[in-house]
């Protein structure tokens, strides 16, 4: 597959398909530190999995994610994050602050990929951000090419901390978006 980008972030290619981007928030539980690996979601125990609704141009449609960007609402917390993506809703933990176990064997078939996020920053913007853009020199696993399940337009993800992180509050907003390009 010929690179879409080159380092300077220049396209080298024409799209043939649309960009498209969906993003996703929640407040996060957050009710105590998160460990290494746990799950960031907006329940302790009724977790839910980040849906990002007609990422695809269609049902059972299919597409390369090019970009990717976590915005954290609380200034000064820098952990990287890991994205598990799937195309079926996974029957992995959801649950805000408990252990992940992405990828389940249950769930392999419906794995699409992961997207890995380098430490956030906190450029004194008031937010902490961290982006991914496909081959930027970054090994976050962009572009990821994707299809979605035979009656569904949407991939369902698992949000993970690969840092400890102290310094959170409950109901601290959590931003992932992600740009596909869609065949």
């Known amino acids: 597959m010929p690179e879409l980008f080159d380092k300077g972030g220049r396209p080298t290619r024409i799209a043939i398909g649309?960009?498209?981007?969906?993003?996703?928030?929640?407040?996060?539980?957050a009710a105590g530190n998160y460990d290494a690996g746990d799950v960031m979601s907006e329940s302790a125990s009724a977790g839910t999995a980040w849906t990002f609704s007609a990422i695809a141009r269609e049902d059972n449609g299919s597409g390369h994610i090019v970009k990717a960007i976590a915005f954290c609402q609380t200034t000064a917390l820098t952990p990287s994050l890991t994205l598990f993506l799937f195309h079926t809703l996974p029957t992995c933990e959801l649950n805000d602050n408990a252990a992940n176990t992405a990828v389940l064997w249950a769930?392999?078939?419906n794995f699409i990929g992961s997207i890995d996020f380098r430490a956030m920053e906190d450029l004194g913007t008031g937010i902490s951000q961290a982006i991914a853009v496909a081959d930027s020199g970054d090994t976050n696993n962009l572009p990821l090419a994707f299809d979605t399940a035979a009656a569904a337009d949407d991939l369902f993800g698992v949000v993970v901390t690969r840092d400890a992180i102290t310094g959170e509050s409950a109901g601290m907003n959590l931003m992932i978006s992600l740009t596909a390009e869609q065949w």
Do not use: R
Request: aromatic share 0%; no cysteine.
């Open 18 to 29: 649309n960009l498209k981007t969906v993003s996703v928030t929640k407040a996060l539980a």
């Open 107 to 109: 769930d392999k078939d």
